[in-house]
């Protein structure tokens, strides 16, 4: 089993960034590819963004592509999603998963997180 927490949400106007944290415990933590998803109202969840477990393999979502980095830091058990130039559209709920396959993690996470919003005002 993987816990996976995230903190750092909040409100913030447009064009403003915000840096989300995931901290996982459990299993080896060094062994997972981690990503972030959102889920905005009445929509369905979407990929955002992953890294693999090394960190030496990023990828992200067009929509976020160059506003949007991805780190990890093995040694503290945690992923942070930097969100910069934020728009009202990257308003949603943002949720760390967890997958030993950095393949497969995009598809069908084993490990969620709870969530945190973030809410982007115009």
């Known amino acids: 089993q993987v816990q996976l927490v995230e903190s750092g949400g909040g409100s913030v106007q447009a064009g403003g960034s915000l840096r989300l944290s995931c901290a996982a415990s459990?299993?080896?933590?060094?062994?997972?590819?981690m990503g972030w998803f959102r889920q905005a109202p009445g929509k369905e969840r979407e990929f955002v963004a992953a890294?693999?477990?090394?960190?030496?393999?990023?990828y992200f979502s067009d929509s976020v592509k160059g506003r949007f980095t991805i780190s990890r830091d093995n040694a503290k058990n945690s992923v942070y999603l930097q969100m910069n130039s934020l728009k009202p559209e990257d308003t949603a709920v943002y949720y760390c998963?967890?997958?030993?396959?950095?393949?497969?993690?995009?598809?069908?996470?084993?490990?969620w997180g709870q969530g945190t919003q973030v809410t982007v005002s115009s």
């Open positions: 998963a967890a997958h030993p396959s950095y393949t497969y993690l995009r598809i069908s996470p084993d490990y």
């Open positions: 459990g299993r080896t933590f060094s062994g997972y590819a």
């Open positions: 890294i693999s477990a090394t960190g030496g393999i990023t």
